[in-house]
């Protein structure tokens, strides 16, 4: 058992995390307490007394009932609550406000230093008695002290030599027995820096000693970073509680961040305990509004330097914080100099005539110098450039799968890899360190330098080892016990990336990313300039003026042009002819409209007949203004005259169809009509063979009649004449299905009529056409098991009547959806089903005439629905 009464045990990771989460999560701010030397008030914004320490009630020797609720002026008078009002209307840069005040009706009691400061709701006045520290301090002592310092500061020639007296000046100010100053890395690691220390007071030094991120949590270095001065006068003090308890924010006691006397965390009491610390007194050293480290003063035994010394201390330290600025401000303006001169040795280099990957085999060494690395990986477009000290491909390979996964786009800096990344180094090369900065928003292209692994000794203040603690509450950290210096070689770690390295690696990788699009500009021009050439189609490029700024070889070949004249020149300047009248007047067309357009144009141009279609439109820059006009024409005098050849073809073998479909009309009626005579006047003699043979004759010359009848009516829709009429579709609907239950064969058939059917636009006879082979087609493939079911209907959309057929017959298998539309197309032998294989291509050809269309949706066994579209006329 320790001296506060819990267990300690061996660490594992569980309880690791809980103490690690509880010490994180410690409200240090709202302890609810102060140190016992001084006495603090919570007030109303009317000073009136809302809350207060209890060892005030023993100074005044009042109960708490008598105190809380009192106007502060009972006890220091109205004078003394103006001087308070007036501190707090006056703005300052600081949080508190520092004063002296005496109690109006108590003698006996001395005077009190008086510190003031707002939190949230509340004003906190916080009262330690005025005494003068190790020698006598006065109000001219501390100016004079300051300013001394602040003369001297200025004759300091180095850093190192600047650390040294400012502990030593801060020893000598406050009586503290060892003053260090404490430097903070990346990691939030400090580093003893400098030291001084009264060699009559025997407390071990701490130079150049490391402690762990462990030893001043973050939520002690926020605190750090609000309040710069931070006095522990006794580490063995029993703390004061601030009463009533009921008074609080959101259940929370008052925040006492700002607060002198503010309790702090048992842990740290144990900490400094530990270490030999009988007083200690923390002043932050601030850095770009960073907490950059700390002047720890340290005393063997309890010490209380009074408010004057502690102001003096905190303003020396702010002093110091500017002249530190400077030095470092000298050293970084100085490597960014020299950064700066590779990064322009390197953009001077990367000169648009050679690509980026020649560029870097010739300047590999400035990416290195000027991140202050020991090897690089460009990885740009799938291929690799690589130069110095790095590890295998393979892993480099890993490294960018593992930051495409988990770098969201990011600068990834990390000085161990295998800690940051689970990736285990492979190669010669033990590189620990990455700086990796993708080179694109596809997170594919980076840019990796790497570091090697430094194999150093670390000094450590005691073994930084977490030990656990567990009580009622939960699992704590329990500060080490022992500080002795306790070394630890590191393996797998390189020198951390500093601000400077990043912003260069930055600076590089934008200069590349430029360098990357010029380099895909350069080739996408080369590629635009290949396709242009390459196309038969003339394209050519001119700006608002009308000057050409390209044009590619079809066009340049086709037009009879020079091509050492073209590029620059106005095109009224380059072409000649019908051609400029019609440029000028599709230029003007489309700087008009500003919308692309398309141009049919014939003419002759240097003798030469052309028959074009031109599709003209803008291009735009990135203000969405036009700059330039592109036209891309293709001559379809080839096409033309194919398509003249082919209506002649067209027309000529409708005709042939429609003349020999007439003219076989009549040997058919011959044959048919001379057959059936045969078979009249000799049906007595002719034996049952010669009646059969009629009959098929029969059979085959009205089957023959059938199919050129259709092959009449098909040849027709093709050439002829027609002109379209508002006609009434329902009443034509109506008229077929009575002609189709006339016939015996259908009078089991159902056949409706769904909804409104409306009037449309088309000619009567095409209609009743379409509408008469759909049905016919309904009662033809009909189910022999079930009685035929035909519905028809029709839908409004915005352009078109949707007309549909459907009906419960045998159905179609879905590979014969689209086959079924064509000429002399038939699903089922002639001997089951009769037919030409003509009617639903006639109907095609039909709707196609009427901007229309044709579909069917069935499944086979289960009916089929056909659907015809008709566009809308305006009635």
Not at 3 to 30: F, P
Not at 600 to 606: K, Q
Not at 706 to 716: H, T
Not at 757 to 762: K, V
Request: hydrophobic share 40%; proline share 3%; aromatic share 10%.
């Amino acid at each position: 058992m320790n001296r506060r009464g819990v267990s300690r045990k061996s660490l594992n990771d569980d309880e690791l995390k809980k103490a690690i989460d509880g010490c994180d999560s410690e409200q240090i701010h709202i302890p609810g307490s102060i140190q016992p030397h001084g006495y603090m008030l919570v007030l109303s914004q009317e000073f009136e007394i809302v809350k207060v320490s209890r060892n005030f009630c023993s100074l005044i020797d009042q109960p708490l009932q008598a105190i809380i609720g009192q106007d502060l002026k009972v006890y220091f008078g109205e004078d003394i609550i103006k001087a308070l009002k007036d501190m707090l209307s006056v703005g300052a840069l600081c949080h508190t406000r520092y004063t002296t005040l005496s109690f109006i009706e108590k003698e006996d009691l001395p005077q009190f230093d008086a510190v003031l400061h707002q939190s949230k709701d509340y004003l906190i006045l916080e009262l330690e008695i005025h005494k003068s520290g190790k020698i006598e301090f006065q109000e001219h002592d501390f100016y004079q002290k300051v300013m001394q310092f602040s003369i001297q500061l200025q004759q300091v020639p180095t850093q190192t030599a600047l650390y040294d007296y400012v502990v030593y000046e801060m020893r000598q100010l406050t009586g503290f027995g060892r003053v260090k100053l404490y430097r903070f890395d990346q990691n939030w690691n400090g580093e003893v820096v400098a030291e001084s220390r009264d060699m009559q007071i025997p407390m071990p030094s701490y130079l150049g000693l490391h402690f762990p991120a462990s030893d001043i949590p973050k939520q002690a270095r926020k605190l750090y970073s609000q309040n710069f001065i931070r006095l522990i006068a006794d580490t063995s003090y029993e703390s004061v509680q601030i009463v009533p308890d009921d008074l609080c924010e959101k259940g929370l006691p008052i925040d006492l961040s700002y607060a002198c006397l503010r309790s702090v965390s048992p842990v740290h009491m144990e900490y400094l305990n530990n270490m030999g610390v009988g007083a200690s007194m923390s002043i932050s050293v601030m850095q770009n509004e960073r907490l950059w480290g700390l002047i720890a003063c340290h005393h063997n035994s309890p010490l209380h330097p009074p408010i004057s010394v502690r102001m003096a201390a905190e303003l020396m330290t702010h002093t110091f914080s500017a002249f530190l600025s400077n030095f470092m401000q000298a050293d970084q303006e100085s490597e960014i100099q020299k950064k700066q001169s590779y990064i322009r040795e390197l953009n001077i280099s990367l000169r648009p005539d050679k690509s980026m990957l020649e560029t870097l085999k010739r300047k590999h060494a400035l990416l290195l110098q000027a991140v202050d690395a020991d090897g690089v990986i460009v990885h740009v477009n799938d291929k690799n450039f690589a130069f110095g000290l790095i590890p295998e491909m393979s892993f480099a390979n890993d490294l960018i799968d593992w930051l495409e996964m988990n770098g969201d786009g990011k600068v990834f800096a990390s000085n161990s890899i295998a800690r940051d990344t689970n990736l285990l180094v492979r190669g010669q090369s033990m590189a620990s360190g990455v700086l990796a900065i993708p080179v694109s928003s596809s997170m594919t292209d980076y840019v990796m330098w790497f570091r090697q692994e430094l194999v150093e000794e670390i000094d450590w203040a005691g073994r930084p080892e977490k030990r656990v603690t567990k009580d009622k509450v939960g699992y704590h950290l329990t500060p080490r016990a022992s500080f002795a210096r306790w070394k630890e070689g590191l393996r797998g770690y390189a020198k951390a990336w500093e601000a400077d390295n990043i912003e260069a690696a930055e600076h590089i990788t934008k200069l590349l990313l430029n360098k990357k699009y010029e380099d895909k500009l350069r080739q996408a021009n080369y590629d635009l300039q290949s396709i242009l050439d390459n196309s038969s189609a003339f394209i050519y490029i001119t700006d608002t003026s009308g000057n050409i700024i390209r044009i590619n070889e079809s066009a340049i070949e086709a037009f009879g042009l020079n091509s050492e004249n073209i590029v620059g020149y106005h095109y009224r300047e380059v072409f000649s002819g019908e051609f400029v009248e019609l440029e000028d007047k599709q230029q003007e067309t489309l700087i008009s409209s500003q919308k692309s357009a398309t141009f049919n144009a014939d003419f002759f141009l240097n003798e030469k007949e052309f028959h074009l279609i031109t599709v003209k439109f803008p291009l735009y820059d990135t203000n969405d203004d036009i700059y330039a006009l592109c036209s891309i024409s293709t001559d379809v005098s080839m096409l033309h005259n194919t398509q003249e050849e082919l209506r002649r073809s067209n027309k000529e073998l409708e005709r042939l169809a429609f003349i020999a479909s007439h003219d076989l009309q009549e040997p058919i009626r011959i044959i048919s009509n001379f057959t059936g005579l045969l078979g009249q006047e000799y049906k007595d003699i002719l034996d049952d063979n010669a009646k059969v043979y009629i009959d098929f004759t029969l059979n085959a010359a009205e089957r023959m009649r059938f199919l050129i009848n259709d092959l009449l009516e098909f040849s027709r829709m093709g050439h002829e004449e027609y002109e379209p009429e508002i006609i009434d579709a329902r009443g034509e609907i109506v008229r077929l299905i009575e002609q189709f239950k006339i016939l015996d064969t259908n009078q089991d058939a159902s056949i409706t009529i769904e909804g409104n059917i409306p009037d449309i636009y088309m000619k009567l006879e095409h209609f009743s056409c379409v509408m008469q082979n759909l049905i016919s087609n309904a009662l033809k493939f009909k189910d022999k098991q079930n009685r035929p079911v035909i519905n028809i209907s029709c839908q409004e959309s915005k352009t078109d009547w949707l007309f549909a057929v459907s009906d419960n017959g045998i159905g179609i298998e879905k590979e014969y959806f689209d086959k079924i539309f064509l000429l002399f197309q038939r699903l089922y032998n002639k001997s089951e089903y009769d037919g030409t294989g003509i009617g639903l291509a006639l109907v095609s050809r039909i709707l196609e005439r009427y901007n229309g269309k044709i579909w069917v949706e069935s499944e086979y066994g289960k009916g089929s629905c056909f659907y015809f579209t008709i566009p809308k006329k305006e009635m």
